[in-house]
């Protein structure tokens, strides 16, 4: 399981290997120090990283699956493999016990996770390293990045969050905006409210119309509309 050489397309005249080099190289401060050595491509006349691999400078191979080592030359290119991308994660969620509403609308990134009989409607984005409660479902056209919802949560349609963390059994939305915040249990956050890096305790309510930045709000408070 040893590479001896690596040889580019355009200096090949004959089929030397059924392996395909994936372009991706782990070089330790020896090999690094050998770049200044590397003789240009007889053909090309280009300097090629992939000739520091010799007989006496052998690489050990780790085969891979090509689905996630293809070149990304152009956009069709990019919109298939994403496109198969998605559909290994779509399928991971399902097997893990999540409903997934509409699979060509929805946006889910690889890190990001999603417990165990939750919803995820369409039109939705969850994208870094979120982390989506169990018994938790997603309303349409939700935004979510880098954000922490609890279990048996409902956020509902068009609610967008960032940078949170949405504790249990809490209601967001719709049309909430919540960013940089802590929302805590039992909590319901409504329509047209905008909260942003504030500490919201449990158990309190702010169902519409309201604007709470850089605020402390305590346990069982109820915020009316306008304020």
């Not at 890190?111 to 984005?125: D, P």
Request: with cysteine; proline share 4%.
């Amino acid at each position: 399981n040893q590479a001896i050489q690596v040889v580019e397309a355009a200096d090949r005249c004959e089929d030397i290997s059924s392996l395909c080099y994936s372009g991706v190289m782990k070089l330790s401060n020896t090999y690094l120090n050998l770049l200044p050595n590397i003789p240009p491509s007889p053909i090309t006349s280009e300097y090629y990283l992939t000739h520091i691999v010799t007989k006496h400078t052998p690489f050990c191979i780790m085969n891979s699956d090509d689905t996630f080592l293809h070149g990304v030359n152009t956009f069709e290119e990019l919109q298939r493999y994403e496109s198969m991308i998605k559909s290994i994660i779509f399928d991971l969620l399902n097997k893990n016990g999540v409903n997934l509403e509409n699979r060509a609308s929805t946006l889910i990134h690889p890190c990001v996770q999603v417990g165990e009989n939750s919803h995820i409607s369409s039109n939705v984005r969850l994208t870094g390293l979120t982390k989506i409660g169990a018994n938790t479902i997603i309303g349409q056209g939700s935004i979510i990045n880098n954000s922490n919802i609890g279990d048996n949560c409902n956020i509902l349609p068009y609610s967008i969050i960032h940078d949170s963390c949405i504790a249990q059994q809490t209601n967001i939305g719709p049309f909430a905006h919540i960013q940089s915040s802590n929302i805590g249990s039992h909590s319901h956050i409504g329509n047209y409210v905008e909260i942003k890096r504030s500490y919201i305790s449990h158990h309190v309510k702010a169902k519409h119309l309201s604007y709470l930045g850089d605020a402390y709000i305590d346990h069982h408070a109820n915020i009316s509309a306008g304020v």
